[in-house]
Nanobody, 127 residues
Framework: QVRLVESGGGLVQAGGSLRLSCAASGRTFSSYAMGWFRQAPGREREFVATTRWMRGRTYYGDYTDSVKGRFTISRDNAKNMVFLQMNSLNPEDTAVYCC?????????????????WGQGTQVTVSS
């Protein structure tokens, strides 16, 4: 069982930055694929970013097109943490952001691949 707790959300003006953090319990954090998803009011949950170990490579990061070049996912396995650095925020980024963990993630973009979820943190971007 993995417990995930997000933090770092808040209210920011368009063009600003936020750094989300997700603290994970568990002894084998480094083996988990980690993802960030978001859900805006009246909309379905949306993939944002994922990071997972690829055999023969360092951790692989993938992003939805709308955040490429603005968001960066990273992880600190020693601290059981994953982060989402969000720059150049715009009102369309307003949502509840949740982190997720999975042991059988393949593509990483589908929420059904992840077994564990945090409660989420609110990000609001004002225009």
């Amino acid at each position: 069982q993995v417990r995930l707790v997000e933090s770092g959300g808040g209210l920011v003006q368009a063009g600003g930055s936020l750094r989300l953090s997700c603290a994970a319990s568990g002894r084998t954090f480094s083996s988990y694929a980690m993802g960030w998803f978001r859900q805006a009011p009246g909309r379905e949950r949306e993939f944002v970013a994922t990071t997972r170990w690829m055999r023969g490579r360092t951790y692989y990061g993938d992003y939805t097109d709308s955040v490429k070049g603005r968001f960066t996912i990273s992880r600190d396995n020693a601290k059981n943490m994953v982060f989402l650095q969000m720059n150049s925020l715009n009102p369309e980024d307003t949502a509840v952001y949740c982190c997720a963990a999975g042991t059988r993630v393949v593509g990483g973009r589908s929420s059904i691949e992840y077994e564990f979820w945090g409660q989420g943190t609110q990000v609001t971007v004002s225009s």
